[in-house]
């Protein structure tokens, strides 16, 4: 059975891209068949974050109809698959957002893991994303403008019948100003999966196009995401129960 999660936040900047890379590696290494698809179409960051830019076919030409989904998927570091975005802004005017259920439909049973690196806010490509998805890893950064709107996401979700798998915290600088974990788990109603610290080695990581798990395995961010890994890996997921259709959604 493959798993379908889709990692959104509402706001933007929380830390998608970045867990959702790692996340794959850490998986990967423990020997997990893992697809990563970067949906932010517009904003595409993934294949930078993992030092993969310049694929020759990318989900963009998926999404035109001129590529198949197997040519676009590629061997990352560690061993994680990826399916980049894809850059080009000429290419973009042509994909067809909606054609990311049928991408998705096509992994099915392919692997173990689908993760799907969402757009920030409820445009229509984080509509079909979270409708893709079975379960949703919401990231936000423990302040409230943050948690309210990923609150917006998660209902939305729910109307859509993807279940809430639980809530990373990421950025946590213990200044004392911060939203603290149980308000969190309070507002958003679910678990909280890991706390990944402010880190100035995910920084460092994003600019040489590395992964932070394995430029510094032992910082406490890389410590952190190894332990969410383990964490996935280990939840039991129930049977599916049968979803709405995106239309049916939009028309309510
Ligand atoms: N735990 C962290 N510690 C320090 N910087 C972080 C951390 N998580 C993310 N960042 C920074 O935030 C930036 C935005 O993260 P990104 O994953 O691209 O956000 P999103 O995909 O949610 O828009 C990253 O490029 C990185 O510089
Ligand atoms: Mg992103």
């Known amino acids: 059975m493959t798993r379908v999660i889709a990692v959104a936040s509402g706001k933007g ?3 998608k891209t970045v867990i959702t890379a790692n996340l794959g590696v850490c998986l990967a290494e423990m020997g997990k068949d893992v697809i990563l698809i970067d949906i932010d179409l517009a904003m595409a960051n993934l294949e ?12 963009q ?17 560690g061993g994680v698959k990826v399916i980049p975005a894809g850059l080009s802004f000429d290419r973009l005017k042509s994909a067809d957002p909606d054609l990311i259920k049928d991408v998705v439909a096509q992994l099915l049973d392919k692997t173990e893991f689908v993760f799907l690196d969402c757009p920030s806010g409820l445009s229509r490509i984080s509509l079909v994303g979270l409708e893709s998805a079975e ?4 990231v936000v950064n423990p302040d409230i403008s943050s948690v309210t709107d990923a609150l917006k996401t998660k209902i939305v979700a729910e109307k859509l019948k ?32 890991a706390v990944i610290p402010e880190d100035p080695e995910v920084k460092k990581s994003v600019s040489f196009g590395q992964p932070v798990v394995l430029r510094s395995p032992e910082c406490p961010a890389s410590k952190a995401i190894r332990e969410l890994a383990k964490k996935i890996a280990g939840i039991e997921v129930e ?3 049968k979803k709405k259709g995106i239309f049916g959604f939009l028309r309510r």
């Open 13 to 15: 900047g929380t830390g």
């Open 48 to 59: 930078i974050v993992l030092g993969m830019e310049g694929m020759p076919t990318t989900l």
């Open 61 to 77: 030409d998926v999404l035109a109809g001129e590529a198949k989904v197997e040519d676009a998927i590629y061997t990352g570091p």
């Open 135 to 138: 379960e949703l890893m919401l």
């Open 162 to 193: 993807t279940k809430l798998l639980g809530i990373v915290i990421n950025r946590w600088t213990k200044s004392g100003f911060e939203m603290d974990r149980k308000e969190i788990e309070r507002v958003l109603g679910g678990e909280i999966l």
């Open 239 to 241: 049977k599916k129960e």
